[in-house]
């Protein structure tokens, strides 16, 4: 499913000053063919094209994997390009194809509107289903499998909206994305909401859509789904791009080939700083449109509460070393049975350690202690920092406030999730501070035998 051509010895090839590709190996050129170009023309392939735009401007060696639409399926690879005489010398390897179906079960692909749905769908450009997720068929009395190759339309019975309009067939005329196609599952009559976005080739072509279909009688998305939808679309299409952002930022100022301008290095460590930013407001985001959902709700599990706090102090170890401020942790010897879900916690952990080295001054610590009082567990994060006025204590728990705008921060989001999740849990999160006596943030959950 995702083999890896390990044999095939890298694909070679240079791009002159001014991006015409000049030298290429038959598999580089037949790659760029089928993207809409030739030997001697500018490079047709956009990823790589931009890489080698990037290559000539910066002149530094800039390795990356890049990811491209090909027919069913994702072709990946790993593209080394350097500075040669002017021109740029590529080195590709690491070819990678990827179906669709394995796309749809690891959650991948395209951006997915309709974080609401219960199992997922993708067609090329003919509306011929190409993959389903296993969750879809034992109920409605056919096997997934059996489904492929025909007709969405085979599958789902269409039906027009209050206006007589079929929201499906309308996005496919303008190649865009949809919501609110209302269908029923042919085999069973189940009634769906399907939701949908475009998928597209390596030329930027329509190549399908990839959707979801929602069960309608586990109650209909709520009036401000559209918020929602626009919030999952909004990650998706923003997590990747900022992914690589943050990664070449970093590489650039690693310097991994010798040495760059000081000046360069400084505007990679900036651009990674935002691109940073910028990638846990969209997590805050997400967040916040899960846990104000109705009938959101978190795992109640064991856990051991000390172990997640050294897991989440072991995860911004690096930060607070960067900040010059040490983290006091619980010993390992130390347990702490309580019940909760165990990725929400480490989340609630992970944004009040990180808090508290935000606001810690250099030379300062952290402490991260646990401890039982009676049927509560605790874990209490605190500080050296400057405090908080008891004026602003509640007001730190609101959506999207900050007490000083202009100290570096993130969005506002981080206290208000971490409590809207720990009062989830059956918990709370309480706040002990003061002007110069630094914070006690303290996570409370159920605790157990």
């Given amino acids: 499913m995702n083999a890896v051509d390990r044999d095939l010895r890298p694909v070679r090839g240079r791009l002159d000053e001014t991006g015409r590709l000049v030298e290429a190996d038959s598999r580089l050129a037949d790659l760029n063919e089928a993207a809409g170009g030739a030997m001697g023309a500018p490079l047709a392939i956009p990823g790589l094209a ?15 994997k890049l990811v491209m639409a090909d027919g069913q399926g994702d072709l990946e690879l790993w593209v080394r390009a350097e500075p040669d005489s002017g021109g740029v010398r590529l080195a590709l390897s690491a070819w990678r194809e990827r179906t669709a179906a394995a796309r749809i079960e690891e959650g991948q692909g395209p951006p997915l509107v309709a974080s609401y749905g219960a199992w997922r769908w993708e067609t090329d450009a003919a509306l011929r289903l190409i993959a389903l997720s296993s969750q879809a068929g034992p109920r409605d009395g056919f096997h997934p499998a059996a489904v492929l190759g025909q007709p969405l339309t085979g599958l789902f019975a269409l039906a027009e909206d209050a206006d007589g309009g079929l929201p499906l067939l309308a996005a496919l005329a303008i190649n865009q994305p949809f919501e609110g196609q209302q269908a029923a599952v042919r085999p069973s009559g189940r009634r769906v909401v399907l939701a949908g976005v475009p998928r597209r080739d390596r030329l930027g072509a329509f ?11 586990a109650g209909a998305p709520r ?3 559209s918020i929602d939808l626009f919030v999952t679309r909004l990650g998706a299409a923003l997590r990747a791009p900022l992914g690589h952002i943050i990664a070449n930022a970093d590489s650039i100022g690693a310097a991994p080939d010798g040495p760059i301008q000081d000046a360069y290095v400084g505007y990679a460590a900036d651009i990674s700083t935002a691109g940073r930013h ?10 916040l449109e899960a846990i104000e959902r109705p009938g959101f709700a978190v795992a109640r599990e064991p856990i051991d509460l000390a172990d997640l706090a050294r897991r989440a102090a072991g995860l911004l170890a690096v930060r607070a070393s960067a900040a010059e401020v040490s983290i006091e942790r619980p010993v390992e010897e130390a347990a702490l049975a309580a019940t909760g879900e165990f990725r929400r916690v480490l989340q609630i952990l992970v944004n009040l350690i990180g808090n508290a080295i935000r606001y810690a001054p250099p030379g300062s610590r952290v402490s991260v202690a646990v401890e039982r009082r009676g049927g509560t567990a ?12 008891p004026g602003d204590h509640a007001r730190v728990f609101d959506k999207f406030e900050r007490i000083d705008p202009a100290e570096p921060g ?7 999730i971490a409590r809207r999740l720990a009062r989830a ?6 706040l002990e501070s003061a002007p110069g006596d630094g914070t006690r943030f303290t996570l409370l959950l159920p605790a157990r035998a």
Avoid: C, E, P
């Avoid at 931009?50 to 390795?63: I, M």
């Avoid at 910028?278 to 967040?287: I, K, P, T």
């Fill in 50 to 64: 931009d890489v080698g735009r990037l290559v000539r401007k910066l002149g530094v060696t800039v390795s990356r």
């Fill in 223 to 225: 009036a401000s789904a």
């Fill in 425 to 430: 849990m059956g918990g709370d999160i309480t």
């Fill in 278 to 287: 910028l990638l846990g407001l969209v997590d805050d985001l997400a967040d």
């Fill in 207 to 217: 190549a399908g859509f990839v959707g979801t279909a929602f069960d309608v009688a």
């Fill in 410 to 416: 993130g969005s506002g989001l981080g206290l208000y």
């Fill in 378 to 389: 605790t874990v209490t994060v605190a500080d050296q920092g400057k405090g908080i006025a």
